[in-house]
């Protein structure tokens, strides 16, 4: 299990503990609940920040792994080894172009590994599909990642639209305060669950693309 997968497991129960404040303060039984939706709400908010906690970490995870156990350049993503390639040339020293000679491309990559995690990881702001797509793309060279979001009875594209519905719910909440209707506490199950699924076949895409392209698996494969 890679440590953005057990940070993500970790902070769940965070989650959990809302829901023991939601029973003892309203019971365990059956029907609607009154005075409760505030903890509700706060599972999406929750439910949504450790899902974008979780893709960041695994992004700079796959990152740091990506540009250690690399065999060649190759592997290393155009637009990563543009952004590289104008800091070199960028600077007065004619010399340091030859830094990126022979294996020299690791080390020069590896100086530059904040600076990359800054301008992708850094300037991540939404957990939706299109730009958790776009930033294992530009940073990893994984192609549309949520094409690896399935599993029986979900499709890739049901699976994206989901979790988007739910990320656009939490937009409400932290706007508006309230979305446009009650929110339940199965609401938050249901996206907990749904988000958990997506994570575990993150991790696997994630470490199953390193493994080829590095010859290596990064982390034990996680059973799910």
Do not use: C
């Amino acid at each position: 299990m890679s440590q953005a997968l057990k940070l993500f497991v970790e902070n769940q129960e965070d989650i959990e503990q809302l829901w023991v404040i939601h029973e003892d303060y309203a019971g365990e039984g059956r029907g609607r609940k009154h005075g409760v939706e505030v903890l509700n709400r706060s599972v999406i908010v929750f439910v949504t920040a450790i899902w974008e906690s979780f893709i960041e970490d695994l992004a700079q995870e796959a990152f740091d792994y990506l540009i250690t156990h690399a065999s060649d350049s190759s592997h290393i993503p155009q637009k990563i080894k543009n952004h590289i390639a104008a800091a070199v040339l960028n600077q007065k020293d004619p010399n340091r172009v030859w830094e990126v000679a022979d294996l020299g491309w690791k080390q020069v990559l590896a100086s530059h590994k904040a600076a990359v995690l800054e301008k992708w990881v850094g300037n991540f702001n939404t957990p939706k599909t299109e730009p958790v797509n776009n930033l294992f793309d530009q940073l990893l060279g994984i192609p549309i990642l949520s094409n690896n979001w399935h599993w029986k009875g979900v499709s890739p594209k049901k699976a994206a639209e989901k979790l988007d519905k739910f990320i656009t719910m939490r937009g409400d909440i932290a706007h508006r305060l309230r979305h446009g209707k009650p929110v339940g506490k199965g609401d938050g199950f249901n996206y907990l669950m749904h988000v958990i699924s997506i994570a575990f076949h993150t991790e696997f895409a994630v470490g199953d693309h390193l493994a080829r392209v590095t010859g290596t698996y990064p982390w034990s494969p996680t059973q799910y």
